[in-house]
């Protein structure tokens, strides 16, 4: 058996600093093109990568947006250093949101991220420590390979 | 092969690195001491011409020599145009100085502009739109979203751009008016950039353009400058504020769309705008009017005045055009539609495979690490990124990075300095 080709990439994400919040999504992104993937394909997992890579930003201290290319799955982790989250279901709902007044008037934190994620992946894993951190684990088939 | 009106003048190139640097969509690579253009890149958005200080590079347009060949010519004068002239000169006498230039009819762009912009506005709140809408109006940046942002085709409005619309009403008059056949007509447009002129030549799209040709800008204004002074008549103007302010980047959102309309001018501005919109964000937004050039068409390369001062003379006009009795013209749904299917022209692919191009663009994250990253430009590149690109789809070797070949000359040295170093067992080695 041959071995499979792979990409490994990490993007670090900044807590708070939004003036960086969507760098590593835009460049999962022009790997995703670089590689072929559909382009619809691709925008699905930009979408979900930038909403996880938001929730950093807005929510935790530091954290590093990974993925995994092969030709046939994108596999993406979104890894924290954070306060966590407290009650997972609840974050699941649509326009539930912890996000503090200030964000919300940057226009973000509309409790639209996670549903958004659950909305393009076709598997989404949380793995979350109160007072430590959150994994955002999310899977994407590619059925055109 | 594509069309393409940005052409290099290799003779005056000298090989320098001002326009690799500012492509949008790094399509220039320097060759044998030529900026070269990657035609699947291309735009035509202009850039490399703002960016040559040797102006190696010019937009190739139509000449008024075709008018001989028709018996009916029109000019569809850009909104744009109108914004040369210092504000006492009247637009009647602007048009009536073109028409002498040897055409039999004359049409304000801002005419169809209007009738465009009423349907985009009717089709914004209709139940079928997938926000945020994107504007047809500047080729350049349709191409843009064909090259790099293939998924959001299915945003632009299905409506072709007031150029066309103005061509099919231009048509219609003359055929009515003369009875003669379309053969019979000629449709010139006064462009200010080198994307409409291609426009006119290879549509974005599938279909054909309804316009025959392209006059540049800068050359009719030449002509009617002169013929101010003694072209006194005036032909009557009947586009409205809303149809001439097309003409600075901004003026399009307010004639669609009151509220939530996003205007963004500049390439790179696009670009980026175009990003947040792939990402899902904007998703409150109606409409997004995109324009390739700062400022909006009064930013082209074909255009004499400074865009800023052309922006306030628009302005300016369009208070005094500020009247309701401007009735819309009547155009048939048909001859407002889209006439092309857009279809996406992605390039950044590395390879058909996805194996070797996930193989390709692991090599190349091992390149940049290779690269000194100062992104200097003199392997003909715009950047140390996008050497390693070019080497992964081999148009390009690490040794024309003349930083990595000096290494290689330096261990070369090296172990020149070695071998003579030593000696043959016979003349010294004990």
């Given at each position: 058996m041959t071995e499979q080709a792979v990409l490994d990439v990490a993007y670090q994400v900044a807590g708070g600093d939004f003036s960086q919040a969507g760098d590593g999504a835009s460049r999962l992104k022009r790997v995703l093109q670089q590689i072929g993937l559909a382009p619809a394909l691709a925008r699905r997992i930009a979408v979900a990568a930038y909403e996880a890579e938001l929730n950093i930003v807005i929510h935790a201290y530091s954290g590093v947006l990974r993925a995994r290319v092969s030709p046939i799955q994108v596999e993406v982790w979104a890894e924290d250093e954070g306060p966590g989250i407290p009650d997972v279901d609840l974050a699941m709902q649509e326009g539930y949101s912890t996000a503090p007044d200030h964000v919300r008037a940057l226009g973000f934190g509309a409790g639209m991220g996670l549903p958004n994620m659950r909305r393009n992946a076709d598997t989404l894993e949380i793995k979350t420590v109160l007072g430590e951190g959150t994994v955002v684990y999310m899977v994407f088939a590619n059925r055109a390979s | 092969m594509y069309f393409h009106s940005v052409k290099l003048h290799e003779d005056r190139c000298k090989g320098c690195t001002n326009c690799i640097k500012r492509c949008p969509t790094e399509a220039i690579r320097v060759r044998q001491g030529k900026a070269i253009i990657d035609d699947a890149r291309c735009v035509d958005c202009g850039e490399c011409i703002r960016a040559c200080p040797n102006r190696a590079k010019s937009v190739v347009t139509d000449s008024r020599a075709e008018l001989a060949r028709r018996k009916h010519n029109v000019c569809l004068v850009a909104p744009s145009f109108f914004g040369q002239f210092r504000s006492e000169v009247a637009l009647g006498q602007v048009l009536a100085s073109i028409k002498s230039l040897g055409f039999s009819h004359v049409l304000e762009v801002a005419q169809a502009a209007d009738v465009v912009a009423e349907a985009i506005a009717r089709y914004l709140q209709s139940g079928s739109v997938r926000f945020p809408a994107l504007s047809t109006s500047c080729p350049a940046v349709v191409r843009l979203v064909q090259v790099r942002f293939p998924d959001l085709i299915d945003h632009f409005v299905p409506f072709d751009a007031p150029m066309e619309v103005a061509a099919y009403i231009a048509r219609d008059q003359i055929r009515q008016e003369t009875g003669c056949c379309d053969e019979d007509i000629g449709v010139f447009f006064t462009t200010p950039c080198p994307a409409k002129m291609t426009a006119v030549h290879q549509p974005v799209g599938q279909g054909f353009s309804q316009v025959t040709g392209a006059l540049s800008m800068a050359e009719v204004y030449a002509d009617v400058f002169k013929r101010l002074t003694t072209v006194t008549s005036e032909e009557p103007v009947y586009g409205s504020a809303r149809g001439l302010t097309w003409a600075v980047s901004g003026g399009e959102g307010v004639a669609i769309a009151k509220d939530g309309y996003l205007a963004v001018d500049g390439l790179q501005h696009v670009t980026s705008i175009l990003e947040q919109v792939e990402l899902g964000?904007?998703?409150?937004?109606?409409y997004i009017e995109g324009q390739a050039c700062v400022g909006g068409c009064v930013g082209g390369v074909l255009v004499v005045e400074n865009p800023f001062i052309a922006r306030v003379r628009v302005a300016r006009l369009a208070q005094r055009l500020n009247r309701a009795d401007s009735p819309l013209l009547s155009v048939p749904a048909s001859a407002l539609a889209l006439r092309q299917t857009l279809t996406p022209r992605p390039f950044l692919q590395l390879d058909a495979n996805i194996e070797a191009a996930l193989k390709k663009l692991n090599d190349l994250e091992i390149l940049v690490g290779q690269l000194p990253m100062l992104d200097c430009g003199a392997c003909g590149a715009p950047h140390c990124r996008a050497l390693a690109e070019d080497i992964v789809r081999g148009t390009a070797s690490l040794s024309d990075c003349v930083f990595v070949l000096r290494q290689q000359v330096n261990s070369l040295a090296g172990e020149l300095m070695d071998l003579a170093g030593k000696l043959p067992p016979a003349m010294g080695r004990s």
């Amino acid at each position: 058996m041959t071995e499979q080709a792979v990409l490994d990439v990490a993007y670090q994400v900044a807590g708070g600093d939004f003036s960086q919040a969507g760098d590593g999504a835009s460049r999962l992104k022009r790997v995703l093109q670089q590689i072929g993937l559909a382009p619809a394909l691709a925008r699905r997992i930009a979408v979900a990568a930038y909403e996880a890579e938001l929730n950093i930003v807005i929510h935790a201290y530091s954290g590093v947006l990974r993925a995994r290319v092969s030709p046939i799955q994108v596999e993406v982790w979104a890894e924290d250093e954070g306060p966590g989250i407290p009650d997972v279901d609840l974050a699941m709902q649509e326009g539930y949101s912890t996000a503090p007044d200030h964000v919300r008037a940057l226009g973000f934190g509309a409790g639209m991220g996670l549903p958004n994620m659950r909305r393009n992946a076709d598997t989404l894993e949380i793995k979350t420590v109160l007072g430590e951190g959150t994994v955002v684990y999310m899977v994407f088939a590619n059925r055109a390979s | 092969m594509y069309f393409h009106s940005v052409k290099l003048h290799e003779d005056r190139c000298k090989g320098c690195t001002n326009c690799i640097k500012r492509c949008p969509t790094e399509a220039i690579r320097v060759r044998q001491g030529k900026a070269i253009i990657d035609d699947a890149r291309c735009v035509d958005c202009g850039e490399c011409i703002r960016a040559c200080p040797n102006r190696a590079k010019s937009v190739v347009t139509d000449s008024r020599a075709e008018l001989a060949r028709r018996k009916h010519n029109v000019c569809l004068v850009a909104p744009s145009f109108f914004g040369q002239f210092r504000s006492e000169v009247a637009l009647g006498q602007v048009l009536a100085s073109i028409k002498s230039l040897g055409f039999s009819h004359v049409l304000e762009v801002a005419q169809a502009a209007d009738v465009v912009a009423e349907a985009i506005a009717r089709y914004l709140q209709s139940g079928s739109v997938r926000f945020p809408a994107l504007s047809t109006s500047c080729p350049a940046v349709v191409r843009l979203v064909q090259v790099r942002f293939p998924d959001l085709i299915d945003h632009f409005v299905p409506f072709d751009a007031p150029m066309e619309v103005a061509a099919y009403i231009a048509r219609d008059q003359i055929r009515q008016e003369t009875g003669c056949c379309d053969e019979d007509i000629g449709v010139f447009f006064t462009t200010p950039c080198p994307a409409k002129m291609t426009a006119v030549h290879q549509p974005v799209g599938q279909g054909f353009s309804q316009v025959t040709g392209a006059l540049s800008m800068a050359e009719v204004y030449a002509d009617v400058f002169k013929r101010l002074t003694t072209v006194t008549s005036e032909e009557p103007v009947y586009g409205s504020a809303r149809g001439l302010t097309w003409a600075v980047s901004g003026g399009e959102g307010v004639a669609i769309a009151k509220d939530g309309y996003l205007a963004v001018d500049g390439l790179q501005h696009v670009t980026s705008i175009l990003e947040q919109v792939e990402l899902g964000r904007l998703r409150s937004v109606k409409y997004i009017e995109g324009q390739a050039c700062v400022g909006g068409c009064v930013g082209g390369v074909l255009v004499v005045e400074n865009p800023f001062i052309a922006r306030v003379r628009v302005a300016r006009l369009a208070q005094r055009l500020n009247r309701a009795d401007s009735p819309l013209l009547s155009v048939p749904a048909s001859a407002l539609a889209l006439r092309q299917t857009l279809t996406p022209r992605p390039f950044l692919q590395l390879d058909a495979n996805i194996e070797a191009a996930l193989k390709k663009l692991n090599d190349l994250e091992i390149l940049v690490g290779q690269l000194p990253m100062l992104d200097c430009g003199a392997c003909g590149a715009p950047h140390c990124r996008a050497l390693a690109e070019d080497i992964v789809r081999g148009t390009a070797s690490l040794s024309d990075c003349v930083f990595v070949l000096r290494q290689q000359v330096n261990s070369l040295a090296g172990e020149l300095m070695d071998l003579a170093g030593k000696l043959p067992p016979a003349m010294g080695r004990s």
